[in-house]
């Protein structure tokens, strides 16, 4: 098998024809779109008496129209990078490593939950090692003890039903 095919496969992603101005552009405009259909509810105000609903609607609005102005100058250059390939081994490990400390954390405790949470999330890279992710693990997970738990005083259960 020549070495093409092998970095082919190992790839796994797929790949969009579409420049990285224009997709950045439509991203911004559809997050713009969301926070102005999330601030419909705000009273807007006056300008005299402004509403809770003004700065946000008109941060969103700017996003859009920034997000529009971008895809426009990513239409129109030629030359502009593409969008590059797409992987999808890093958000799912990164959203399978947040749901493994959601399921864990009420279950088994901090103590548990942490560790496991950082060692899934760490295979969203091929060149994780397992002995520097698991000491990284073990060491944050008593960063996040000492501070949630002595420092801000939060209930967070550090052994779940005992501690």
Same mark, same amino acid.
């Given at each position: ?16 024809? /579409? ?11 559809? !997050?713009?779109?969301?926070? $102005? ?12 008496? /402004? ?7 008109? $941060? ?47 279950? $088994? ?21 397992? /002995? ?10 008593? /960063? ?5 738990? +002595? ?7 550090? !052994?779940?039903? +005992?501690?």
């Amino acid at each position: 098998m020549s070495n093409q095919g092998a970095e082919t496969k190992k790839q796994l992603g797929i790949n969009i024809p /579409v420049r990285q101005e224009i997709a950045a552009g439509i991203f911004l405009m559809l !997050i713009g779109l969301f926070f $102005v259909w999330q601030s419909t509810d705000l009273p807007m105000g006056t300008l005299r008496a /402004v509403g809770p609903g003004m700065l946000p609607r008109a $941060v969103a609005l700017m996003l859009v129209v920034g997000g529009l102005i971008l895809s426009i100058m990513g239409f129109f250059d030629k030359h502009g990078p593409m969008l590059p390939l797409f992987a999808f081994r890093g958000p799912f490990f990164i959203i399978a490593g947040i749901l493994c400390f959601a399921v864990l954390i009420r279950s $088994v405790g901090l103590v548990a939950a942490g560790p496991v949470a950082m060692i899934v999330a760490s295979f969203a890279s091929p060149e994780t090692r397992m /002995v520097e992710t698991t000491i990284f693990g073990v060491i944050m997970t008593g /960063v996040c003890i000492f501070l949630f738990k +002595y420092m801000l005083n939060l209930p967070i259960p550090v !052994i779940a039903n +005992y501690w």
